[in-house]
């Protein structure tokens, strides 16, 4: 599950969605308040469900950041009870950019080592300078410029090593 808010950030959801339906992995993108959804650059997309659709049991959230998306996930209690509820269960948790500061919110960062948009360190309980951190279930990144990196260890956690270097060299990274 790929949650979207207004002004989520295209660059990420983007690539995030890409590189794990590439992985053969099933993708539902989910809108917050309504299918269109605007990005923090004007692009708008139309989700696959919208948020009071859902009722699917999902392996993965994946929150991509972005301003003011990642403050609208933030304040949307849904989001912070399925965190919360997929953490209960040990389920892969992730976020980019902003949106480890949702997680924080959630409760699900005590005591896990976590990363967040440069600037942003305040926001969250352990803050690492690393590009990509991983602790246990929770997958967390920088920003943008890290959205790649991040997207590829989704795959090798959620499939394999494997898969994720064959999509590296399909695209050259």
Do not use: H, W
């Given at each position: 599950m790929v949650p979207l808010a207004d002004g989520f950030e295209e660059i990420e959801a983007s690539i995030i969605i890409d590189v794990m339906r590439r992985a053969g992995l099933k993708v539902e993108t989910v809108g917050v308040v309504g299918s269109t959804i605007t990005g923090a650059h004007g692009v708008r997309v139309i989700a696959d469900k919208r948020l009071m659709e859902i009722s699917e049991d999902y392996d993965a959230i994946v929150l991509p950041g972005g301003s003011p998306g990642y403050v609208n996930l933030s304040r949307t209690a849904?989001?912070?009870?399925?965190?919360?509820?997929?953490?209960?269960?040990?389920?892969?948790?992730?976020?980019?950019?902003?949106?480890?500061?949702?997680?924080?919110?959630?409760?699900?960062?005590?005591?896990?080592?976590?990363?967040?948009?440069?600037?942003?360190?305040?926001?969250?309980?352990?803050?690492?300078?690393?590009?990509?951190?991983?602790d246990g279930n929770i997958i967390?990144?920088?920003?943008?410029?890290?959205?790649?990196?991040?997207?590829?260890?989704?795959?090798?956690?959620?499939?394999?090593?494997?898969?994720a270097t064959e999509i590296r060299k399909d695209l050259v990274i």
């Open positions: 849904k989001i912070i009870e399925i965190l919360k509820k997929m953490n209960d269960q040990g389920k892969i948790i992730a976020a980019v950019c902003g949106s480890p500061a949702v997680l924080a919110k959630a409760g699900i960062l005590e005591n896990r080592k976590a990363t967040i948009y440069p600037g942003m360190e305040r926001e969250i309980p352990r803050p690492r300078a690393e590009r990509v951190v991983v967390t990144s920088q920003a943008a410029g890290t959205t790649m990196e991040f997207a590829l260890k989704l795959v090798e956690i959620l499939v394999n090593k494997e898969v």
